[in-house]
């Protein structure tokens, strides 16, 4: 028995580009825009808080503000892309973001940052919907695998490269850049648009159809909700009224939302194209991927800034030699692999990879250097090559890309809401641990600890030799055993996430031999000439 294709939601019929290469550049590009920009905001915000003269709160409603509001847009960009068309729905937006990265820069007053944030993040949740529907609408059926392996590219890359490239820019070019290399990106990518996708006509039958309210309901609630999140652990979550009322206030809507689309003739994204078993448990898979992988994307990062005391530009040489450039191998090895095997296959391997990354991760301690993760780094870049390239393939191999608006909505709640529920719980966990860890290891500092009151000695004796009162010698000591303790805590935390990190792979793992092979079709392997097919 077959695994159910996806039928609910808009026709998307394909239109065939007859300049695909174009197209994909156009996917590259976009893509690449949305995800080096959020990657290089979050590196860069202590650098930009300085220039901008911001407070830290100010700072941390600046990254809201820039992100949120990307959510609201970005389910609904794949019907706009159906009904208006590509060149419609990307070029204008992509001239408007131009001339906003090139403005930001220039501006002072905090009230005229925080509104050209929130239009950029509006027009940034354009991009990164868009170009799935560039690949579905406008290329052969060959070249599908390919476009979507590029798309999946540069989730990882740029969240490897944009280490280095937030160093190369405060240090040597200039931190205005980190928002007009968007502006020069941003034409390119209009101009490809237009030379690579076709004209279409407005579908105006689909626009006397549109479920507004269901989309403007799921895009605020699901907004609101990623607003709530990103302030959680600055705010204290539920004790802070405003996040409580944030993420109240997101669930409302989207449960409204729910009741819509059962309700309308013509829902837009009804949740029935998730009923699927393959589907569900493809969008589990990619929970545990989100969690698993931010042993590369955060934990690591974490390490070197917070234990070992590095900048980015100091770590960025680690991302990029050995996880973003092996991804350019890692990456077309998962599309060769793809045309030949089960992307089920795939999906292990990459899960199984990151599950070793997580268990070496494990072993770490406090003497740990850039250097010291060279190896885990590697196996990392195989686990991001092959895991996410493989679940999206295979979660459309069960889609009709026919009516695939429906299902791209909730691929990118997936992307945005999800993916920052699992950073702020894996935030909140290592602040947690962290203060469980300090209070233990505090304990034996102050129970008069054998071996902490030797070092304790140690230490004063070492400072005394600089110091002529013993007192002022005493309390560097002491302040030296607090340092010591924090770091110590913050490593065991730091491994605690690993651990976290590795289970989250099980799980995955799990979860993948639950899943039935896909039906046949264009991103599935050739049936074999014997005609046995793909077991189920």
């Known amino acids: 028995m077959t695994s159910a294709t996806i039928s609910s939601g808009p026709d998307s019929a394909s239109h065939t580009s007859h300049r695909p290469l174009l197209a994909v550049g156009a996917v590259l590009l976009g893509a690449f825009i949305a995800s080096f920009d959020v990657r290089l905001f979050a590196l860069g915000l202590p650098d930009l808080r300085g220039k901008f003269g911001l407070s830290f709160d100010e700072g941390a409603w600046l990254t809201t503000a820039s992100t949120a509001p990307q959510i609201l847009i970005a389910p609904a960009v794949a019907w706009l892309a159906t009904v208006f068309g590509l060149r419609r729905v990307l070029i204008g937006p992509s001239l408007l973001y131009i ?4 403005a930001i820069p220039l501006v002072r007053d905090y009230q005229m940052l925080l509104a050209l944030h929130l239009v950029r993040g509006l027009l940034l949740g354009i991009f990164v919907p868009a170009t799935i529907m560039i690949v579905l609408h406008n290329m052969p059926m060959k070249w599908w695998i390919v476009g979507l392996a590029a798309y999946s590219f540069r989730l990882s890359f740029t969240g490897n490269a944009g280490v280095s490239l937030v160093g190369f820019y405060v240090d040597h070019v200039g931190w205005q850049w980190l928002y007009w290399q968007d502006a020069v990106v941003a034409l390119l990518m209009a101009l490809l648009t237009w030379l690579g996708t076709p004209a279409q006509d407005v579908n105006r039958q689909l626009m006397a159809q549109a479920d507004w309210g269901g989309m403007l309901l799921l895009g605020a609630g699901l907004a609101l909700i990623y607003a709530g999140c990103d302030q959680g652990n600055r705010l204290d979550w539920f004790e802070s009224g405003t996040v409580t009322g944030l993420i109240v206030a997101g669930g409302a809507l989207v449960f409204a939302f729910l009741v819509n689309e059962a309700l309308v003739p013509e829902p837009w994204a009804s949740p029935t194209v998730l009923f699927s078993r393959n589907v569900a448990l493809v969008l589990l898979t990619m929970m545990t991927y989100m969690v698993t992988s931010l042993s590369n994307t955060m934990l690591v990062p974490n390490f070197l800034t917070v234990v070992v005391g590095l900048r980015p530009e100091q770590i960025g040489q680690l991302f990029l030699l050995y996880v973003a450039l092996p991804l350019l191998i890692a990456v077309p090895a998962a599309v060769w692999l793809l045309r030949r095997i089960d992307a089920r296959i795939v999906v292990l391997l990459g899960l199984t990879s990151f599950a070793i990354a997580a268990w070496m991760g494990t072993r770490i301690t406090q003497e740990w250097a850039p250097a010291n993760f060279i190896p885990m780094a590697l196996v990392q870049a195989v ?4 895991t996410f390239t493989g679940l999206l393939i295979f979660v459309l191999s069960n889609a009709n890309p026919a009516r695939a608006t429906a299902f791209v909505a909730y691929i990118q709640v997936m992307r945005l809401d999800v993916i920052e529920i699992a950073v702020t719980a894996m935030t909140t966990w290592l602040r947690v641990r962290q203060q469980v860890h300090s209070n233990l290891i505090g304990l034996h500092v102050f129970a008069e600890d054998g071996e902490v009151t030797r ?6 004796g070492k400072f005394v030799q ?7 010698a005493l309390a560097r000591a002491m302040g030296t055993m607090a340092s010591l303790v924090r770091r110590e805590a913050n490593v065991l935390s730091i491994i605690d996430g690993f651990q976290v990190a590795f289970w989250a792979a099980i799980i995955g793992l799990l979860l993948v031999s639950l899943m039935r ?14 005609g046995s097919g793909n077991a189920h």
Do not use: K
Not at 383 to 386: D, I, T, V, Y
Not at 466 to 472: G, P
């Open 455 to 460: 070092a304790l000695g140690a230490l004063t």
């Open 383 to 386: 686990g991001q090559g092959l």
């Open 99 to 102: 001339v906003v990265s090139l």
């Open 466 to 472: 600089h110091s002529a009162a013993a007192e002022t």
């Open 517 to 530: 092979a896909a039906p046949p079709g264009p991103l599935t392997p050739p049936i074999p000439a014997n």
